[in-house]
Nanobody
Framework: VQLQASGGGLVQTGGSLRLSCAASGRTFSSFSMAWFRQAPGAEREFVAAISTSGATYYASSVKGRFTISADRAKITVYLQMNSLKPEDTAVYYC?????????????????WGQGTQVTVSS
């Protein structure tokens, strides 16, 4: 399975970005996809996840600012990020697990994308 993430970049505080991540190489009958992020010197942390059941879940730090969505047929997940803050600066990774149950734990995800840099300037 390959995950291709895109959409990162440099934006000013208060700006918006939309990340995309497309999975290929395998079909999933049920799955959940998520975004994690990792800032320099920090551990990888959960951002948001969506399940084929339609359920979503967000980290408290991004709830109300970020929106996760997915195209199940294309096995593609999106992350719309609004009202960005400097503390959102990180490399963002997409991940997929072959379960409809949402997880916030890094090691429970089976496949990972290469990461895309998001930088928010103050």
């Amino acid at each position: 399975v390959q995950l291709q993430a895109s959409g990162g970049g440099l934006v000013q505080t208060g700006g918006s970005l939309r990340l995309s991540c497309a999975a290929s190489g395998r079909t999933f009958s049920s799955f959940s996809m998520a975004w994690f992020r990792q800032a320099p010197g920090a551990e990888r942390e959960f951002v948001a996840a969506i399940s084929t059941s339609g359920a979503t879940y967000y980290a408290s730090s991004v709830k109300g600012r970020f929106t996760i969505s997915a195209d199940r047929a294309k096995i593609t997940v999106y992350l719309q990020m609004n009202s960005l803050k400097p503390e959102d600066t990180a490399v963002y990774y997409c991940a997929v697990r072959s379960s409809w149950v949402i997880s916030t734990i890094v090691k429970t995800y089976d496949y990972w994308g290469q990461g895309t840099q998001v930088t928010v300037s103050s």
